[in-house]
């Protein structure tokens, strides 16, 4: 019995945790971010393949069944190997989970031109997952990319809101808009940009659709809870949820409370 764990290299997995939590309040979770080495989005595949296993397996250490990757770059990069390479030889009956797929499998329904953009780190942009995955839900969709390199370092540095913070976000939106004007939805494919998602809504014109993935997340969360008894009966349940982080606890205390809305109390560990 034990938590699910929910990993990101920072403080985006805070996004998805939170709409997790409101769907399923019942459950216990444990919360890693890897702030100290954060950002994992210009880092190679090899390297985030080995800080997201480092994760991985001390959540499971920690007694986690079931294990989120509450970040894009590590869902493109590391989930494959994990799951298919890696799961048999340390923990063959616990299970990781990615971001990525729930939002591609619903992504065809919400555009009505047919055309999507998605902001990505360099990483999860390089790696193609969302045109691959999108292509076997909804194959007459277009999708348009844009790397932006430097939103997460921003958010990790609590600068986002200054004024070239947020000059980048405007460019970086506005070269994904520019690929095709017919863009009617754009995925924030990164679990930090929700952070600045308001911000992005209020600088695209009104017919665009601006989608988080935390909820769509959650939802497919419940989902595969009920259709999997065996993880659901074997995850504690008392509402409760513990962070874990890299950077120093203050650091991490101060800015993942700011973005949640309550007062935390994170554990420092090292990975590596
Ligand atoms: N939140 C991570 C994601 O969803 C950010 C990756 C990074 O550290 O660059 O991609």
Redesign the pocket.
């Known amino acids: 019995m034990g938590p699910i764990g929910v990993f990101?290299?920072?403080y985006?997995?805070l996004t998805i945790l939170r709409d997790i939590r409101e769907r399923l309040p019942e459950y216990d979770f444990l919360y890693l971010g890897d702030n100290a080495r954060?950002?994992?989005?210009?880092r190679s595949f090899d390297i985030v393949h080995e800080f997201t296993l480092e994760a991985v397996k001390e959540l499971f250490d920690r007694g986690c069944e079931l294990v989120i990757l509450a970040?894009?770059?590590?869902s493109a990069k590391a989930l494959r190997t994990i799951q298919q390479e890696d799961l048999k030889n340390i923990e063959g009956n616990k299970r990781v989970l990615g971001?990525i797929r729930p939002s591609t499998e619903i992504i065809g329904d919400l555009s009505t031109t047919g055309r999507v953009g998605i902001l990505?780190?360099e990483?999860?942009v390089s790696s193609n997952s969302y045109p691959i995955e999108i292509g076997k839900f909804s194959p007459e969709t277009k999708v348009y990319q844009q790397a932006c390199p430097m939103w997460?370092p921003m958010i990790e540095s609590n600068k986002y809101s200054s004024e070239a913070g947020k000059k980048f976000i405007r460019e970086d939106v506005e070269s994904l808009l520019a690929q095709d004007e017919d863009i009617d939805v754009i995925i924030l494919?990164?679990?930090?940009y929700p952070i600045v998602k308001d911000f992005i809504s209020s600088i695209v014109p009104e017919n665009v659709k601006v989608i988080a993935q935390g909820k769509i997340v959650a939802e497919r969360l419940e989902d595969y809870l009920n259709r999997h008894s065996e993880f659901s009966e074997i995850c504690t349940k008392n509402g409760e949820v513990h962070y874990l982080t890299t950077e120093s606890k203050e650091e991490f205390d101060g800015n993942a409370s700011s973005y949640i809305g309550e007062t935390i109390s994170s554990e420092h560990i090292k990975l590596g």
């Open positions: 990101d290299s920072g985006g997995g954060a950002p994992y989005g210009t970040c894009n770059t590590a971001v990505a780190t990483g999860t997460v494919g990164c679990t930090h």
